[in-house]
C-alpha cells in the first residue's frame, strides 16, 4: 500500500494532522492500534472535553513555561480562537466558563470526537484500526511503516501516539520506540498533572472529600511556586485541579522520601488571617455551646473539621465557649497554612499528562519536522511538551497536529 502521508495514532493531534493533510491534496492514512479513535479524548475534562482555554497566544505561551518557546509558532499557526472557530463551522459550538475554560455547549466529548472524525472521513482520510506498528523504517523515496504482517510505504510520517499516561486509552508510549530507532533523544516520560502522596497518613481518612478552592505553595530549588483551584483529599494525599497544576511545577524534583518537599494549603483563601480569626470570634460568641467543629461546618466538609479539631484537641470535643486563645490560633493557622510534605507523585498511569518523550531540540518547532530526518514528523504529547489544567494541554495536541499535517503536506508536493 502507498500513500503520501502516514499518521500513526488517532488521537486529537493525529486527526487534525490528517485533515489538514487531506485538505491540501495528499493522500492520508491513519493507523490506530485501537479499534476506535480518540479513547483518551472521550475521558477528558469529567467526559465533557475540556478542549481549550480562553487567552492570547502569548498568554498561552507564558503559560506553557518552558514549552512556551517551542510551541509558539504552531499556536500562531492555530490558535484557541482557530481551534474554537474550526469547531463551531462544523456545527459545534463552544462554551467559556468562569474560570476560562472552553467545552462544547453540549458538554460531551463524544461531540467533539465525532466532528473531527467526521470532518476526516470527509477528507477522505483512510482509517486503519486494530493495527499495530511494528516498526518504522526509512526508505529512499520515504518510509516504510510495518504492521500486522503488513506495510505502507509513505513519503511523510507523523507519529502522534501520544505518552504514557491512561495506558487503556492506547497511550502506551510506542512512538517513543519509533522516535529512538531514527536516533531521537527521549526525555525520560514523567507523570505531570498527578495526584500527589503526602507523608501525612491522615489524609487517607477523608478520601473523596473535596474542597472547592484552596491555594497551594511550595518551594523547589530556591523557587517559589503556587497553584489554586479545586482539591480533593484521597487514599494517601491530595487530588484535584489545583494539585494537578502544582504537580506540573514541582515533578522533575520527585520522588524523594527523605526530603519531601514541603507545601501549605490555604483552605479559606478568601480570609485574610486576621479577618478569619475575627469571623471565628464573632460565631463563637454567637453560638458558645456549639462544638468547634460545628462552627467551621458553616465553611468546611464536616468531616474535614472534625479532622482538624482532632489535631487540636483529641480527647475531647471544643465547645466554643471554651476554645482557647492558643486553640484559636491553632485553628487559623491550619486554615490558612496547613503544612503537608509530599513525597511522591501519582503513579505515571493515573497522571492526566506524561512530561518527557521526545527532545523538542531535535524538532523543528516551525515544522514539527525531525531535525534527523526529513519526513518524519511529530504531533502531541509524544514530545517533551506539556501544560497547566484548563484545556492546554490538548490545545498542544491541536496545535502541533494542525502544522504537522500542514508541513508533511507540502513536503510531498500537496
Partial sequence: MKTDVCIIGAGPAGLLASIVSAQRGARTVIVEHKTTACRKLLHTGGGR?????????????????????????????????????YFAQRGLETKVEKNGCVFPVTDRASDVARVLIDNAQKQSVEFLYGKEVQSIEKEQAGFSVLFNGKKISARAVIIATGGITWPSTGSTGA????????GHIIVEPKAC?????????????????????VVIKAKVANRKVQASGPLIFTANGIGGPAVLDLSRLITDYLPDHDNPIKITLDIMPEYEIESLEAQIISLCSKHPKRALAGILAMWLPKSLALNLCNQISPSQTILASSLQKNQRKQ?????????????????????????????????????????????????????????????????IAFSTGHLAGKTAAGIVGC
Fill in 331 to 395: 485553628i487559623v493557622t491550619m486554615l490558612k497554612r496547613l503544612p503537608l510534605s509530599v513525597v511522591a507523585a501519582g503513579p505515571i498511569a493515573e497522571a492526566t499528562v506524561t512530561r518527557g518523550g521526545i527532545c523538542t531540540a531535535e524538532v523543528n518547532p516551525r515544522a514539527m519536522e525531525s531535525k534527523l530526518h526529513k519526513g518524519l514528523f511529530f504531533a502531541g504529547e509524544v514530545i517533551n511538551v506539556d501544560g497547566p489544567c484548563g484545556g492546554f494541554n490538548l490545545q
Fill in 193 to 213: 498533572l498527578a495526584p500527589l502522596v503526602t507523608a501525612e497518613t491522615w489524609l487517607g481518612q477523608l478520601g473523596g472529600v473535596s474542597i472547592e478552592n
Fill in 49 to 85: 472535553c475540556n478542549l481549550t482555554h480562553t487567552g492570547s497566544v502569548e498568554e498561552f505561551v507564558r503559560s506553557y513555561g518552558n514549552s512556551g518557546r517551542f510551541l509558539k509558532h504552531s499556536l500562531y499557526e492555530f490558535s484557541a480562537d482557530d481551534l474554537r472557530q
Fill in 175 to 182: 512512538g517513543y520506540k519509533f522516535a529512538r530507532s531514527f
